[in-house]
């Protein structure tokens, strides 16, 4: 490809980073960069594709970005002071008419050991092996689930754990090390509760744990001034987030309790608030600092003067971000950044629209739409099994994947880019007056793929990593990389 000038290339570079090196929503904003227990990384909705649920939504959102499994003494529990909600909009009006919010408590025991007969506190988050009980535990996180509609908090209802008949969970703790936990999948899969959902006649399931993370990226090289070949293979970079934990919080609701009426077309985003008094438990007592659905949108559509704005609104005010979408900076950036400047797609982008704002009409666009950014799932089409899943989505001829929700599998970086160089453009959206293929025919990529939906149909070549694998069944990311021993996968 044609190159420009170093000095362009460093001054584009510059501008073009903030945008998409962050990793999908990791530290995407500049005050969520400095409170990563309340930053959502990354957001999943999809028809269950475990054997016998497809009759169910699974709902993921990650927390906590960068994670190193070696993170002790105190490693990475869910922040006291917030809430955490996961949030559906099934009318189309880009306001939660479903929220499903978390919070936390931290239950501290004091554990202490006779040191010359004196009783010492620890200063460890365990003294011995680990089991279901947490008798060796010395710091115990649980959480409770209320169901708010239409933000109604003040008559928010709670989610009932079938297994006890209380409200009460509780949170594995993360993934010590072999010696803490010798089996870490057995230890966290207990911790997988059936829920009991106020009006809905079947139960749903939750787990809020650590997991391996689900997202895949050529982050050093991207932060290096592009340093890569765009039109070059899917597989010929390392993902940079193969070592890398996350804390998910997992939902699987029947798909009837989600919808409304005769749209299937559902509408989902997670946020994190913080509280801002001790005063009241209204709404106006916290501040939404986190927000994501549609990944990607705060690195590589919102500018930089409006990152956290973004992060503190609601989709049903989505209209002042609207330039944004109609007038991308992304696609400028990379075609002048790689010499392709004069292919770049015109203006309005009304492609993007659809993709971002509205959903896809005859896809994924609900019955009656007020443009707002979301993940929209259209739950009447039926999941595919993870042997037929294609990692393009919707672009791959897959119609059960993005933009159409998202899976883990789902390369949704190679997506995006190619979308915001006009793969849709004419199909589904005008794209001003552009008349030659945008990348003259060679699709744009971070050369970084997963090597599969599940461990029995993987898809290894090149530089990618057999361990950047899901599970094919609920809460479907892989349990987390250990702390100990190094190199260990789980």
Known sequence: MKSKSSGGIALLGCAFLPFIASASSHREAPFIAGSPRVDGTDFYMF???ESGRSNYVT?????IPFQEPQGGPNFYNM???AIYAINIDNDGSGRPDLSFEFEFKNTTKDLTVSAGGQQTPVPLINIGTVNLAGTNLNVVQSYTIKLVRHGDRRNAQAIENVSTQGNTFLK???NIGHKSIPNYPEYASQFIYNIG????ATPGRVFVGQRKESFF???GEIFDLVNLNPVGPRDGNKNDLTSKNITTLALEVPTACLTAGKDPVIGGWTTASLRKSDEGDSERSYRQVSRLGMPLVN???IGLPDKDKFN???PDHDAQFLHYVTNPSLPVLLNVLFGNAANAPGTPRNDLVAAFLTGVKGLNQPLHVNPSEMLRLNTSIAPTPPSNQNDLGVLGGDLAGFPNGRRPYDDVVDITLRVAEGALCGAIGNCGSETADPNNGAPYTDGVRAAGPDAADTHVSGMINPNDIFLSAFPYLFPPIPGSPQGATQ
């Open 47 to 49: 028809r269950s594709y």
């Open 59 to 63: 709902l993921l959102a990650n927390y």
């Open 79 to 81: 922040d006291e002071t």
């Open 172 to 174: 594995p703790v993360d």
């Open 197 to 200: 959902i106020p009006g809905c």
């Open 217 to 219: 990226i050529n982050v």
């Open 299 to 301: 690195e590589v559509v």
């Open 312 to 314: 503190e609104s609601s």
